[in-house]
């Protein structure tokens, strides 16, 4: 299998007969004909079998997405933990792409609270204008929903069980 993605070099002198048998290796020959010989795949590890149950196997991946093999050495557990945390990252990044539109959009409109008129301009620079008495109650509501997910999802931690999820816990969903 590696002699297809990577290019064999054979020296000037080399016979014949041993570039035949790196290609007959391969299951082509020469002319590129088929030699009848097909590598039997290997079997597939839990993990890459997990993943398939997955939602969002989708056109035009209907096998998994795993450019890297990262699935081929983790084990089910991993990947829990990877999906956990790639929706609560989606979800937070969804949320400040709104909060960039909204932002910019309602910033002069009369009744949009911005601060006395404090925040204005792109929404990149909206984080450094906010002053005290924001962040602090943000900090707070984090906490608590933080709090909550945790407590729905994560198992307690033991010297086997640290940083993992429930068995019956199903990642993303809260309910």
Known sequence: ?????????????????????????????????????????????????????????????????????????????????????????????????LGFIVGEQLQDYPLFFNWDGRVSGPAITHFSQIGQGFWEPLLIAIGIAESYRVAIGWATPTNTGFNSLKDDYEPGDLG
Request: aromatic letters at 6%; hydrophobic letters at 40%; glycine letters at 8%.
């Open 1 to 97: 299998m590696n002699a297809i993605r990577q290019p064999v070099a054979f020296k000037a002198g080399a016979s014949p007969a041993i570039r035949r048998s790196v290609i007959a290796r391969v299951g082509r020959t020469v002319s590129g004909k088929d030699n009848g010989a097909p590598e039997p795949r290997p079997a597939e590890p839990p993990s890459v079998e997990y993943l398939k149950t997955l939602p969002g196997i989708t056109a035009p991946f209907e096998d998994i997405f795993d450019p890297a093999g990262f699935a081929r050495t983790a084990s089910v557990r991993d990947i829990r933990r990877w999906r956990e945390s790639e929706i609560v990252h989606g979800r937070v990044s969804m949320l400040a792409a």
